[in-house]
């Protein structure tokens, strides 16, 4: 059963910087497809970035240049950095693992002060 685990989530003021985790386990990582996406209060859940298993990634146009999807095989773990935060950045950001089959993380939320 594959579990995913995010972290790094926090309050931080506009034009700070997080960085988020995402541990996965129980699955098969390095031929997954990963994603980061987010939810703010009273819109439906969005892309923010994507990840192939051969590392090309994809952004929405709202983050491009300000946040950087990664991923480590050796460690299991994708990452989120995030610059230059906006308050419209403020969200609850789930992680995703896409191998036949989607499978959610429980969320770690963000909020970014004005």
């Known amino acids: 059963q594959v579990q995913l685990v995010e972290s790094g989530g926090g309050l931080v003021q506009a034009g700070g910087s997080l960085r988020l985790s995402c541990a996965v386990s129980?699955?098969?990582?390095?031929?997954?497809?990963m994603g980061w996406y987010r939810q703010a209060p009273g819109k439906e859940r969005e892309l923010v970035a994507g990840?192939?298993?051969?590392?090309?990634?994809n952004y929405a146009d709202s983050v491009k240049g300000r946040f950087t999807i990664s991923r480590d095989n050796a460690k299991n773990t994708v990452y989120l950095q995030m610059n230059s935060l906006k308050p419209e950045d403020t969200a609850v950001y789930y992680c995703?693992?896409?191998?036949?089959?989607?499978?959610w993380g429980q969320g770690t939320q963000v909020t970014v002060s004005s």
């Open positions: 990840i192939t298993k051969g590392g090309t990634s």
């Open positions: 995703n693992y896409r191998f036949v089959g989607s499978v």
């Open positions: 129980g699955g098969i990582f390095s031929i997954a497809t």
